[in-house]
């Protein structure tokens, strides 16, 4: 099917990551023109680049910070003379498990800044080039810890939460007044993907817990972990203005049917008092 993404120009963030990186690699075979950013690993994002064919820019930012998220949007429109949409991927937390009880306030503001800032930033900047262009459709990447909450990391689950539902569902409305809808333009949107539990290198611990995967797929419909590419594939479908002319402030789970997660193991069940 044809997503008509051919030359669009698509900012990617935190496009070094599993997930960024299948994200990038899914537009460049649309034929689209795509900006690579990335914070820290100069060496994955140059490998994913090499990969592409296509046309790309690799900007290096701090997200959480105003003068470097407004760079990357001035660096891609120099280069491609605007933007058309904005994949806002990038996020970090705290991986270890910290109860809420027990977490500092520093843990808290750096999961805030990491998670939520950067998604507020990144759509800020792009936003002001989407009122001057009157076009762009942009694409917010949050978590199924947004959906269910995620005990041991109430920081990240918040942040996500706020990016699913309060920013998606409010800057679907700003951005059709930016962008406004006429007879040949669907008009400005946008939409949340909510990934589960992803094949990607920050998970590889947890995943080769065989115990684990089976607790967590335990939860699914469809008992299979995430692939990048299932992700990357809504991501490009919500970005097309062709396929998805009629879809905005959507916040769509992309993890087999999820309904949550088991909070206790049978063994930590007494059936005499349940």
């Not at 491609?80 to 806002?88: E, I, K, P, S, Y």
């Not at 918040?158 to 990016?163: G, H, N, T």
């Not at 998970?203 to 469809?222: C, F, W, Y």
Request: hydrophobic share 45%.
């Amino acid at each position: 099917m044809d997503t008509q993404l051919t030359d669009k120009v698509i900012v990617i963030t935190g496009a070094s990551g599993g997930i960024g990186s299948a994200i990038a690699r899914a537009f460049a075979a649309e034929g689209a023109r795509v900006v690579l950013h990335y914070r820290r690993n100069l060496a994955s994002i140059k490998a994913v680049e090499r990969e592409l064919r296509a046309e790309t820019l690799v900007v290096k930012a701090d997200l959480a910070k105003e003068a470097d998220a407004e760079r990357l949007f001035a660096n891609a429109v120099k280069r491609f003379g605007r933007v058309d949409t904005l994949v806002a991927n990038a996020g970090s937390w705290e991986s270890r498990d910290v109860l809420l009880s027990r977490m500092s306030l520093s843990q808290w503001r750096k999961t805030m800044d990491g998670a939520l800032t950067t998604t507020f930033l990144s759509m800020r900047a792009f936003l002001k080039r989407v009122a001057k262009q009157r076009i762009g459709n942009a694409v917010l990447i949050a978590s199924t810890a947004a959906v269910f909450g995620e005990a041991g990391h109430a920081d990240y689950a918040a942040a996500k939460a706020a990016i699913a539902f309060g920013l998606t569902r409010t800057l679907k409305n700003e951005i059709a007044r930016l962008a406004p809808h006429s007879r040949d333009y669907c008009g400005g949107r946008v939409n949340c993907l909510c990934p589960g539990w992803t094949v990607v290198p920050r998970l590889k611990a947890k995943l080769g817990d065989s115990e684990m995967i089976r607790r967590v797929t335990a939860t699914m419909a469809l008992p299979q972990l995430a692939r990048p590419e299932d992700v990357a594939n809504a991501a490009v479908f919500l970005s097309s203005d062709h396929l998805a002319r009629h879809i905005t402030g959507q916040t769509i789970v992309v993890a087999g049917g999820m309904e949550g997660r088991m909070l206790w193991q049978a063994n930590e069940i007494d059936p005499s008092i349940a």
